[in-house]
């Protein structure tokens, strides 16, 4: 079986070194690059090919609403998971408008992360509970 690569987007480089560590307990999983702004993202994405993109919202440089079509424009058969710190509605809406396969808030990465993409590599796509009550909320 195929290691799933991964491409990890995140500013801060205390959470980058966290998310890593998380990343390296699975051995399903293969960092291929970690990019700190959305123009070194561009490159990594096209270079490196991802099977999934984890994105820092917000990103330096870029909004998330741009930098998502941009990452998927280079790599349209990745799925995407954003990291967040809270449940904003920009960052509600771009899962919705662009389909991405999950939120996961920045203080449960240790114990969500390789679980929600797990799910996510291995089909069984789902909307992370802690994001439904906010779609409600924002859509309804």
């Known amino acids: 079986m195929s290691n799933n690569r991964v491409l990890l987007i995140e500013r801060s480089t205390i959470l980058a070194q966290l998310i ?6 699975d051995p399903t999983l293969e960092l291929v690059g970690h ?9 990594l994405v096209a270079e ?14 870029m909004g998330i609403q741009d930098v998502i079509p941009l990452v998927l424009s280079r790599a349209p058969s990745a799925q995407v998971i954003v990291l967040t710190d809270q449940w904003e509605s920009r960052y509600l809406k771009a ?4 389909g991405i396969s999950n939120c996961i808030r ?17 089909g069984r796509l789902q909307k992370s509970w802690d994001i439904q009550p906010h779609l409600v909320k924002e859509f309804v």
């Open 106 to 122: 920045k203080d449960r990465i240790a114990t969500d992360l390789v679980p929600t993409v797990n799910r996510i590599t291995r």
């Open 20 to 25: 890593k560590q998380v990343l390296q307990n």
């Open 48 to 61: 490196t090919r991802p099977d999934l993109i984890l994105i820092d919202a917000p990103l330096r440089g």
């Open 95 to 98: 899962v919705v408008r662009y």
């Open 35 to 43: 990019a700190i702004s959305a123009s070194e993202a561009s490159h």
